[in-house]
T-cell receptor
Framework: EPEVTQTPSHQVTQMGQEVILRCVPI?????FYWYRQILGQKVEFLVS????????KSEIFDDQFSVERPDGSNFTLKIRSTKLEDSAMYFCASSTGLGTEAFFGQGTRLTVV | GDSVTQMEGPVTLSEEAFLTINCTYT??????LFWYVQYPGEGLQLLLKATKADDKGSNKGFEATYRKETTSFHLEKGSVQVSDSAVYFC??????????????FGQGTILTVHP
């Protein structure tokens, strides 16, 4: 069964460093998303991406964040100059179309120290 | 804005007990509603969905009915198993207009089932 894969599963980084979280969405999906879940809190939407551009982003997704689809299979989330409060589980998701259910990866746990 | 509220957890049950996890939502228009489940150490998996009022979603013995009059989508299972221990998330999806498939999640409910 096709699945969304994320790497790494856990990343530890020092405050102020840049990190890149990687995702391989399901191959025939067209919409891509990043969500995050700070420990003990809700899963929060960060950004959606379609046709090689951001289609919607939340207030959380400020200039510190960027997304890219560098080739036909990968979808990345870059966090510049990480802060302690960026520590969270980051989920990538993809869907076939607008309004269809999203399939999620297993998540990357980011710990900023 | 749109929001989803789930019953406070954690919920602890004995095997074969009846499960209800309450979920209510606030949204304009006609959202689709989902239950996602997160088993220990795994990602979010779609459990069931309903796309319009009075639809009933079902999967693996779980059911939820889209009630527009009460803006609710409560999750139920008649007889839980130890393997159902997980975190359950209610979510809504609005697409169209200025929304591009963003899911709005509830806070999650931790379910623990004892033998």
């Amino acid at each position: 069964e096709p699945e969304v894969t994320q790497t790494p599963s856990h990343q530890v980084t020092q405050m102020g460093q840049e990190v890149i979280l990687r995702c391989v969405p399901i191959s025939n999906h067209l919409y891509f998303y990043w969500y995050r879940q700070i420990l003990g809190q809700k899963v929060e939407f960060l950004v959606s991406f379609y046709n090689n551009e951001i289609s919607e982003k939340s207030e959380i997704f400020d200039d510190q964040f960027s997304v890219e689809r560098p080739d036909g299979s990968n979808f990345t989330l870059k966090i510049r100059s990480t802060k302690l409060e960026d520590s969270a589980m980051y989920f990538c998701a993809s869907s076939t179309g607008l309004g269809t259910e999203a399939f999620f990866g297993q998540g990357t746990r980011l710990t900023v120290v | 804005g749109d929001s989803v509220t789930q019953m406070e957890g954690p919920v602890t049950l004995s095997e074969e007990a009846f499960l209800t996890i309450n979920c209510t939502y606030t949204a304009t228009g006609y959202p689709s509603l989902f239950w996602y489940v997160q088993y220990p150490g795994e990602g979010l998996q779609l459990l069931l969905k309903a796309t319009k009022a009075d639809d009933k979603g079902s999967n693996k013995g779980f059911e939820a009915t889209y009630r527009k009059e009460t803006t609710s989508f409560h999750l139920e299972k008649g007889s839980v198993q130890v393997s159902d221990s997980a975190v359950y998330f209610c979510a809504l999806l609005k697409a169209g207009g200025t929304s591009y498939g963003k899911l709005t999640f509830g806070q999650g409910t931790i379910l623990t089932v004892h033998p």
